[in-house]
């Protein structure tokens, strides 16, 4: 009996740990997403704008707008990151090759990422 | 507890234990971030079609990183469905939070559409939903 409530609080102890985990990982994302909206200038006053990794292949942009009338505007872009290229996807089902000015301002919106990125998650791995 | 942009920005603020949860996903976040954006530095600012003329530029430049990705390039499903399912859950473990968020998502109107056979389009609609609800927290929203 003792065996199978060590066996329970054992598990329930690692759900909770990974459920952590995974509330740091979101809350991470977030973190960067701030940053990543912000290497294209301020964001306006009722927008939003967000830039980050989503994975090893997969950067997103994300935007919303309110337009003049009053209509918001709500924009989710995916980068795919293939051996052939950059695709961008908006909707479902449906990539598209970067146009060689959208390829260049991916790249540089990576690089600058990088750069601010990694120096804070790198202060974060440094903090325990 | 729940995490936020002040606690990331001033760490001090954070219990010990807090920051012991944090150093780890950093960690391996930072790594990813690394990976992601060599990815793209190998492949460059090229587009597509400008691709397909000049030769893999990656190749000499590192034997390891363009093993990787013409593996991944291999023409028969090189990602299995499954595979892919499961790799969307590990990077976005929190799925089942909310409903779809993305209430208009603006179709592009210029250029050539290309339609990929690709076994991650299957997935992007509810990869979208995931990157719309990780958004949805007004814990996290990022507005100005």
Request: with cysteine; aromatic share 10%; glycine share 4%.
């Given at each position: 009996?003792?065996k199978?409530?060590?066996?329970f ?16 990982y ?15 200038g ?19 942009w ?31 089902d ?25 120096p ?9 | ?22 150093a ?11 990976r ?12 597509a ?53 993305v209430q ?12 990929v056979?690709d076994?991650r ?12 609800d ?11």
């Amino acid at each position: 009996m003792s065996k199978l409530l060590d066996l329970f609080l054992g598990q329930h102890q690692q759900q909770a740990a990974e459920q952590r985990r995974a509330e740091v990982y979101k809350a991470l994302i977030h973190y960067e997403a701030k940053i990543g909206g912000q290497l294209f200038g301020p964001v306006a006053k009722g927008e939003r704008r967000e830039f980050f990794c989503l994975d090893e292949r997969t950067w997103v942009w994300h935007e919303e707008q309110i337009d003049q009338f009053g209509q918001r505007h709500v924009t989710t872009t995916r980068y795919d990151v293939r051996p052939n290229g950059v695709f961008k996807s908006q909707g479902v089902d449906v990539y598209q090759a970067l146009s060689p000015e959208e390829a260049r301002n991916f790249y540089d919106a990576v690089m600058l990422y990088y750069e601010r990125v990694a120096p804070e998650l790198s202060r974060l791995q440094q903090v325990s | 507890m729940n995490y936020n942009h002040s606690q990331f920005e001033e760490t001090r603020e954070v219990s010990r234990a807090d920051r012991d949860k944090i150093a780890p996903v950093a960690t391996q976040r930072l790594n990813l971030v690394y990976r992601a954006a060599g990815l793209v530095m190998q492949i460059g600012p090229q587009t597509a079609a400008e691709y397909e003329q000049a030769h893999p530029v990656y190749a000499t430049a590192n034997p390891a990183m363009a093993s990787y990705l013409q593996a991944e390039s291999a023409p028969v499903n090189p990602i299995s469905r499954h595979e892919v399912s499961q790799s969307v859950e590990q990077v976005v473990p929190y799925s089942a939070v909310g409903t779809a968020a993305v209430q208009e998502v603006e179709q592009t109107s210029t250029g050539a559409e290309l339609m990929v056979d690709d076994p991650r389009a299957v997935h992007l609609a509810s990869a979208q939903r995931d990157v719309a609800d990780a958004f949805d927290n007004d814990n996290f929203h990022l507005a100005a």
